[in-house]
């Protein structure tokens, strides 16, 4: 069982930063690919962002280009998303994920471990 622990969220203004983290209890080799995923209420847990094993290849939704950077830090196995210029529609509980495969893509269904969410608002 791998457990998946985010924190960081809070309540920030538009235009604000918040940097979320989630840590892994397991090695690298069982979290190959990690990303995040946000639920607004009402709506369906949507992509946000996904990252290799190594680092060296990241993926991002649209609406998060250029303000959302995803990185991890393998020797502590821990992923993070440094949000900057948060907007309002940029509120949502972010869950991080994990999967042991190399699928990096925005099915959530394809990931194998999630954590419990950490909450971001964003006020305007």
């Known amino acids: 069982q791998v457990l998946l622990v985010e924190s960081g969220g809070g309540l920030v203004q538009a235009g604000g930063s918040l940097r979320l983290s989630c840590a892994a209890s397991?090695?690298?080799?069982?979290?190959?690919?990690m990303a995040w995923f946000r639920q607004a209420p009402g709506k369906e847990r949507e992509f946000v962002a996904s990252i290799s094993r190594t680092g060296d290849s990241s993926y991002y939704t649209d609406s998060v280009k250029g303000r959302f950077t995803i990185s991890r830090d393998n020797a502590e196995n821990t992923v993070h998303l440094q949000m900057n210029s948060l907007k309002p529609d940029d509120t949502a509980v972010y869950y991080c994920a994990a999967r042991t495969g190399a699928y990096k893509g925005s099915d959530p269904s394809r990931y194998d471990y999630w954590g419990q969410g950490t909450q971001v608002t964003v006020s305007s």
């Open positions: 397991a090695r690298t080799s069982v979290t190959n690919i």
